[in-house]
């Protein structure tokens, strides 16, 4: 009786060894089918841009974001960026536009795009700027102004003068998309600080009038002055008649000629037409937009460049200005660089300008909504 206890102890044993050899073999067989399948999924193909923009964020957040921007992400993924790294804010240079989802995840933890800057400078027009960016990122200038001029709110003025940190190897239309994006941000956040509201289209009637301030001041002190001469000329129904207004597109850089007045018919032309153009001039500046809302409160009518320090002289009547003109007469243009000093305005004027904006009311744009072309 013994014996045979002792024989059935040993087949329990024995049936208990074989059980954990077969589920140790399981357990063997699941992990290997298992990193099988994860190491198929990983060599699994990917399309992507060059370059990605991946926002601040948690790990979910961002999976979440990918997946809404085209890429097919899902829980495995978020597991094995957890276990591996964590991915980076920013730019990231994916560098290839096809390459495996273990490529990709790699990519998301450890590449940080190079980036470059450019700068747009205040005064200048899209036409040149996107030369600019053509020859600085070696890209296709035609396609970067079909895509601008596909995508434009305004023949100008939809990108804020700036300067900008691109990815290299961005294409095209994700650089334009980028600078517009980033423009309507800073647009939208200047007009809610001031207006409590962001309405495109009355925000651009400011942009408009801020780029006949940007063309025409020669310092950022003068623009205040500059933008009442504006606005008092509109108020008498008075042509703008101002060069700048020509400086527009190809024609930024070029002299004024008396046969370009004549000649051009654009709404740009303010010898011409009255009020303002239908289009900002060129890229404007933060300055020049709180100088289109909150102008000094001025009789001037009129300016002219004094030719030996490169600022204006104001007048109120033509008068005052023939006196302006006539000093500049026989006299030769001596200054290379216009110094910011503070240009000689009225007392009334100067004190205006050195009141804090915010503590200002913004100008009515009736005025302006009655005199665009």
Not at 59 to 85: R, V, W
Not at 233 to 249: F, H, I, S, V
Not at 311 to 340: M, P, R
Request: proline share 3%; aromatic share 12%; with cysteine.
């Amino acid at each position: 009786m013994p014996i045979y206890r002792d024989e059935n102890i040993k087949n329990i044993k024995r049936n208990d060894t074989n059980i954990a050899i077969l589920m140790f073999f399981n357990i063997i067989d699941f992990i290997l089918i298992g990193l099988i399948v994860v190491l198929f999924y990983l060599t699994m193909p990917v399309n992507s841009t060059k370059v990605l923009f991946i926002p601040k964020g948690s790990t979910s957040n961002i999976i979440s974001h990918l997946n809404k921007s085209g890429y097919e992400m899902n829980a495995l993924d978020e597991i094995i960026i957890k276990m591996t790294g964590y991915i980076q804010s920013g730019w990231i240079d994916i560098d290839q536009t096809r390459l495996t989802k273990m490529d990709f995840i790699y990519k998301l933890i450890s590449s940080k795009a190079a980036l470059k800057t450019i700068t747009l400078i205040p005064g200048e027009t899209s036409y040149f700027f996107l030369k600019k960016i053509a020859q600085e990122f070696s890209l296709s200038e035609e396609i970067l102004t079909k895509i601008y001029n596909e995508h434009a709110y305004k023949a100008d003025g939809n990108i804020l003068a700036d300067t900008y940190s691109i990815p290299i190897g961005m294409k095209e239309d994700y650089i334009i998309f980028y600078l517009f994006s980033q423009t309507n941000r800073k647009y939208e956040e200047f007009s809610k600080k001031i207006f409590g509201v962001y309405d495109k289209k009355k925000w651009y009637n400011y942009i408009i009038l801020a780029s006949v301030i940007q063309k025409e001041a020669a310092t950022t002190n003068e623009m205040p002055i500059v933008a009442s001469v504006v606005h008092n000329r509109l108020k008498k129904g008075m042509r703008l008649q101002m060069d700048g207004t020509l400086n527009y597109g190809k024609y930024s850089n070029s002299v004024v000629t008396a046969d370009r007045i004549r000649e051009d018919t654009s709404s740009y032309n303010t010898y011409l037409n009255a009020g303002l153009p239908k289009d900002p001039i060129c890229a404007v500046s933060l300055d020049s937009i709180k100088a289109a809302i909150f102008p000094v409160k001025s009789n001037y009518l009129y300016f002219v460049r004094d030719n030996r320090t490169g600022l204006h002289k104001f007048a109120s009547t033509f008068e005052e200005h023939q006196v302006n003109i006539q000093a500049n007469v026989g006299v030769a243009k001596t200054y290379t660089k216009v110094k910011a000093v503070e240009t000689q305005i009225d007392e009334e004027a100067q004190n205006i300008m050195k009141t804090d904006i915010s503590n200002q009311k913004p100008i009515s744009i009736k005025d302006l909504f009655n005199n665009i072309n």
